[in-house]
């Protein structure tokens, strides 16, 4: 079983900025990618930023410049800090972990979401 706790969603106004956490816990035996997407109302879920566990990382067209995903690998959580924020940026923030939960068995993990708010 793994669990992934969110944190630091909230009201900002636009041009502020806020920072998004995640904290994988459980049964993970070796962790692949770490990331960040969102949703907004009507629209499918895309992809904000992923970090994988080789270095790589990718940031959506729409957030580069003003995202920056980072990892604390010793205590398995990423963060997502926005400035810069605009109204499109609105929606729930899902933290996803793609790891191994057995030497050969991998999956796809999922928070339970955090609101993110751009308003005047």
């Known amino acids: 079983q793994v669990q992934l706790v969110e944190s630091g969603g909230g009201l900002v106004q636009p041009g502020g900025s806020l920072t998004l956490s995640c904290a994988a816990s459980?049964?993970?035996?070796?962790?692949?990618?770490m990331g960040w997407y969102r949703q907004a109302p009507g629209k499918q879920r895309e992809l904000v930023a992923t970090s994988n566990s080789g270095g790589g990382i990718n940031y959506a067209d729409s957030v580069k410049g003003r995202f920056t995903i980072s990892r604390d690998n010793a205590a398995n959580t990423v963060y997502l800090r926005m400035n810069s924020l605009k109204p499109e940026d609105t929606a729930v923030y899902y933290c996803?972990?793609?790891?191994?939960?057995?030497?050969?068995?991998?999956?796809?993990?999922w928070g339970q979401g955090t609101q993110v708010t751009v308003s005047p």
């Open positions: 459980g049964s993970i035996f070796r962790i692949i990618a």
């Open positions: 996803n972990v793609r790891g191994y939960s057995s030497p050969r068995e991998w999956d796809d993990y």
